[in-house]
Structures are given as C-alpha cells and as structure tokens.
Nanobody
Framework: VQLQASGGGLVQAGGSLRMSCAAS??????MGWFRQAPGKEREFVAA??????ILYADSVLGRFTISRASANTVYLQMNRLKPEDTAAYYC?????????????????WGQGTLVTVSS
C-alpha cells in the first residue's frame, strides 16, 4: 500500500498551490492531509470520506479545499497561503472508517511533501 503525494514547493505569501495524493494497493474510507512544521507537533489539516463528508482544521478553513477525484485520489487546493503554512504535508488514509481528526484515526501515512511559504 502506498500513498504518493505531489505538488508541494515554494510559493510567496498570498499565493496558491495544489497538492495531489494517489493511493495504490487499497481503497480508503477516508483520505486526508496532516502537516508538521519545524519544531511543532504534527497536526490535522483536512480529510474527506468516500461519501463526501469533509473536515478541516480551523486554521485552514476558508483557504484550503480538499476534494476527491476518485476513490484513490485526493487533492488539496491551498489558497491565500501564509508563512505559518510552511510544513511537511503528509497524505493519510483511513481504512477502518473511523471518525475525527486525531493521528490515530488514520492508519496509513505517505512520505512528507514540503511546502514553503515565503513572506
């Protein structure tokens, strides 16, 4: 099972990036994103279920949009980026059908993809 993320990079504050994540090896009930900034805890960003139920962190609400292109592919559109959005972003999958934003609710993790927002 693999979760392959792409689309990170360097952008100026106020700009946009779109990241994608493709899962292979299984289909997940939910897919989403976490992020970890240097020196900080890994935190929930957004998640979407196969039924279209969406959760966002308060810090990204209104700026980030998660969508599901297929059963195995999700996108994270990030607009009005801020320097505090700088982090490694991790694509995650939930195979158990759990609910919530905790790290334990997601049992598959991809490699981090770096997003850097310059001021």
């Amino acid at each position: 099972v693999q979760l392959q993320a792409s689309g990170g990079g360097l952008v100026q504050a106020g700009g946009s990036l779109r990241m994608s994540c493709a899962a292979s090896g299984r289909t997940f009930t939910r897919m989403g994103w976490f992020r970890q900034a240097p020196g900080k805890e890994r935190e929930f960003v957004a998640a979407i279920s196969r039924g279209g139920h969406i959760l966002y962190a308060d810090s990204v609400l209104g700026r980030f949009t998660i969508s599901r292109a297929s059963a195995n592919t999700v996108y994270l559109q990030m607009n009005r980026l801020k320097p505090e959005d700088t982090a490694a972003y991790y694509c995650v999958g939930d195979s158990l059908g759990t609910i919530g934003k905790s790290r334990g609710a997601f049992d598959y993790w991809g490699q981090g993809t770096l997003v850097t927002v310059s001021s």
